[in-house]
């Protein structure tokens, strides 16, 4: 199948035994959608760092020293994972929740059977108002 192989072999990742994995339901089910750039560190952070059952006991100042942040920009970023139903919190404990749907999921992505949808597409899919734009391999919008 064209275009499966590896561009450099001998770097391919292979899958450590500590291997922290994010849901494609993350994105799927429209849970990124809204979130800030900060949530979405802290929420990449703790699934990194939790154990199986998502349990994290990073503190306020061990966070805070991980991400370069104010202790200020660590609650709204947890207060806004909370609200979204993305973790609980219990001092000292995170938890990373299982992902329940969404009220509002996103709206599916047009799959064509012909083509792969690049970065740029999805994200301009998930987020419409991106100022952004998208340019194929050519150079065209």
Same mark, same amino acid.
Request: net charge positive; aromatic share 6%; hydrophobic share 40%.
């Given at each position: 199948m064209?275009?499966? =192989? ?6 391919? @990742? %292979?899958?450590?035994?500590? +291997?922290?994995? *994010? ?6 089910? #429209?849970?990124?959608? #809204?979130?800030? /750039?900060?949530?979405? /560190?802290?929420?990449? +952070?703790? &699934? ?5 059952? #998502? ?8 966070? !805070? ?5 104010? &202790?200020?920009?660590?609650?709204? /970023?947890?207060? =806004?994972?909370?609200?979204? #139903?993305?973790?609980?919190? @219990?001092?000292? *404990? +995170?938890?990373?929740?299982? *992902?329940a749907?969404t ?12 083509? &792969?949808?690049?970065?740029? =597409?999805?994200?301009? %899919? *998930?987020?419409?108002? !991106?100022?952004?734009? %998208?340019?194929? =391999?050519?150079?065209?919008?």
């Amino acid at each position: 199948m064209r275009g499966r =192989e590896p561009i450099l072999p001998q770097r391919q @990742r %292979h899958i450590p035994p500590q +291997f922290s994995w *994010l849901d494609h339901r993350l994105v799927r089910d #429209g849970h990124v959608q #809204g979130r800030s /750039a900060s949530a979405l /560190a802290l929420y990449l +952070f703790l &699934v990194t760092v939790a154990d199986a059952e #998502g349990l994290s006991w990073y503190s306020d100042a061990g966070l !805070c020293q991980q991400l370069s942040w104010s &202790v200020s920009q660590l609650q709204h /970023a947890r207060a =806004e994972l909370q609200q979204a #139903g993305l973790i609980a919190y @219990r001092k000292p *404990l +995170f938890q990373v929740l299982d *992902l329940a749907p969404t009220l509002a999921a996103a709206k599916p992505m047009p799959r064509r059977a012909d083509k &792969v949808a690049s970065i740029g =597409e999805i994200l301009q %899919h *998930l987020i419409p108002a !991106c100022a952004c734009t %998208h340019t194929n =391999e050519s150079g065209v919008p």
